[in-house]
């Protein structure tokens, strides 16, 4: 494996993330900027079950107050979701030669690699991940040529059902906000036919120094909402702002048995006119390995998201210029978190 190519990717992992010491491309000096805290008391991360008769109207205060949340009830059974992480064992196991025969081509988001947004930290993140658009056939033949349906069929069944739920998400997102049962129909997320999906399967090695690597840089998720599985091991933790309670600090995602995470992206903070919270979060690494896979949810290439007409009505003019999905990733992939800023709308 090249130096070349690794670089580019951002991953780094010779012998597995075997290294004997840190070494410095992987070394973060500034990852207590903010403290970290548990998530209890006025810091607990709403947990949403899907049969709570108030659901609409606790999803709704959760995406304004949090941008993110637990869900229990969600539906999907647990023997799913054991296949899914078998499959992620399995990948993560490859030699790095292998996983290298899928590595992301330049310019194009789908195969073995880093992550985007790495391209801003001047450090290495202690992270591999696979990047899942349509079907992963092609991919999975290379990777195992005798033997690639069984990753391709649990793929299909976790996409199928994670699809559903999250357009069940959404649905509930938007009628929180004001839009009819009727108008649901006539935005860019209206039905399943409509929502387009990716997923990311990402894996945070163990690490015998947790303490000065990160397994994902502070970020916002540019999709509409991200539902997250994790092997029962945590390090994902969003940021929570100064309020009466306590300074700025970083709130720890706990690992729930058979329960997801829902975050809120770039888009669903624009087509809220800014009511609904992007969270950001970050992924830390600890001394167990953990995986997670991450379901992106958000229209499809050419329709543009901009703050519904609903909410931006008289009283409320709108924050942000419609912007489709792939517009707003490449902003991002130029002005990183500022973003959003460049589609502001100038209220002068
Ligand atoms: O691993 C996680 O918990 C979160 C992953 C994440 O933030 C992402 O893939 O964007
Ligand atoms: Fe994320």
């Known amino acids: 494996m090249s130096l070349h190519t690794t670089r580019k990717l951002k991953i ?3 012998e597995n993330f075997e290294f004997d010491s840190i070494p410095d491309s992987h070394s973060w000096g500034n990852l207590h900027d903010h403290p970290s805290v548990e998530p209890i008391g006025p810091d607990a991360i709403p ?4 049969n709570d008769p108030k659901l609409i109207e606790k ?11 637990i869900i229990r009830n969600h539906g999907i059974e647990p023997e799913v979701l054991n296949r899914l992480c078998s499959q992620m064992h399995r990948l993560f196991a490859l030699p790095a030669e292998v996983k290298l025969k899928v590595a992301k ?4 988001d789908v195969g073995y690699g880093g992550t985007p947004v790495s391209h801003f930290f001047p450090k290495f993140s202690w992270f591999e991940g696979f990047a899942i658009v349509g079907s992963p056939v092609d991919h999975a033949q290379k ?20 699809n559903s739920l999250g357009c069940r998400l959404i649905h509930a997102m938007l009628l929180s906000l004001g839009v009819s049962e009727e108008a649901l129909h006539q935005t860019p997320l209206g039905d399943s036919s409509k929502i387009k999906t990716a997923m990311h399967l990402n894996s945070y090695p163990a690490c015998t120094n947790p303490d000065r690597v990160l397994g994902l840089p502070p970020h916002t998720d540019s999709a509409c909402v ?11 933790q969003v940021l929570r702002c100064k309020d009466d309670i306590a300074p700025t600090r970083w709130v720890r995602v706990p690992a729930v048995p058979d329960t ?8 669903m903070h624009v087509l809220s006119n800014g009511r ?26 050419d329709e543009k998201v901009g703050p519904h007409s609903k909410l931006a009505g008289l009283e409320e003019s709108p924050l942000y210029r419609p912007v489709t999905w792939p517009g707003l990733q490449k902003i991002r992939s130029m002005l990183h978190d500022k973003a959003l800023q460049a589609i502001k709308i100038d209220s002068n």
């Open 143 to 162: 990777l195992w040529p005798d033997d690639y349906s069984s990753f391709c069929e649990v793929i299909e069944e976790y996409n199928k059902a994670i």
């Open 105 to 108: 081509a330049e310019g194009n």
């Open 276 to 301: 609904f919270h992007n969270v950001l979060h970050r992924v830390t690494i600890s001394k167990t390995n953990r995986l997670s896979s991450a379901c992106f949810f958000g229209p499809q290439a």
């Open 59 to 69: 999803i709704g205060k959760a995406c304004e107050e949090w941008g993110v949340f």
């Open 47 to 50: 947990v949403i079950d899907l």
């Open 12 to 14: 780094h992992q010779p």
């Open 260 to 267: 997801f995470v829902v975050n809120i992206g770039d888009l």
């Open 226 to 236: 991200a539902i997250v599985y994790q092997n029962g091991v945590s390090g994902l």
